[in-house]
């Protein structure tokens, strides 16, 4: 594969510190929700920053598709994305878990549930979790 775009970051304290892009448009105190043993504070967190980045990547591959049946898809469309964290069942590490839910306004519901459904092939982040972690994807 031949990347089209390549973004750099960097972190540094692990989930109690800080994380940044090259071009600082990103640039985030991380914090360790109470959760999962930490103080909770102010900062956010790994969990919540792949839940946007799946959200906005998943939203993106909805409009591809739907861009080649001609199908427009409202401003206001949105996906929700959840992302859980939690030991794995073999106990040797910790898994991730992921709901996204997918508003199309306007759009009927059996074609909303077929570009979601196809959204999910072309999204790169579906293509890099599917079949190592579970993920559940509805339109409403």
């Known amino acids: 594969m031949k990347a089209l775009y390549t973004a750099h970051a960097q972190a540094t304290g692990g ?23 930490g103080g909770g504070g102010s900062g956010t967190n790994p969990e919540q920053l792949f839940a ?36 794995r069942d073999d106990g040797t590490g910790f898994g991730l878990v992921v709901t996204l839910k997918a508003t199309l306004p306007g759009l009927d ?12 092939v072309v999204c790169p982040y579906s293509h890099a979790t ?5 993920v559940d994807i509805s339109a409403a």
Do not use: M
Not at 67 to 84: L, W
């Open 15 to 37: 989930r109690e510190g800080h994380a940044s892009t090259n071009d600082k448009v990103v640039d985030v105190t991380l914090s360790t929700p109470k959760e999962l043993g």
């Open 109 to 120: 519901h059996a074609v909303a549930e077929d570009l979601v459904k196809r959204a999910d």
């Open 52 to 87: 946007a980045g799946y959200a906005a990547c998943f939203l993106g591959a909805i409009k591809f598709v739907a861009a080649k049946d001609k199908v427009t898809i409202a401003d206001d469309a949105k996906v929700e994305s959840t992302v859980g964290i939690g030991q």
């Open 130 to 134: 599917r079949g190592n972690i579970q």
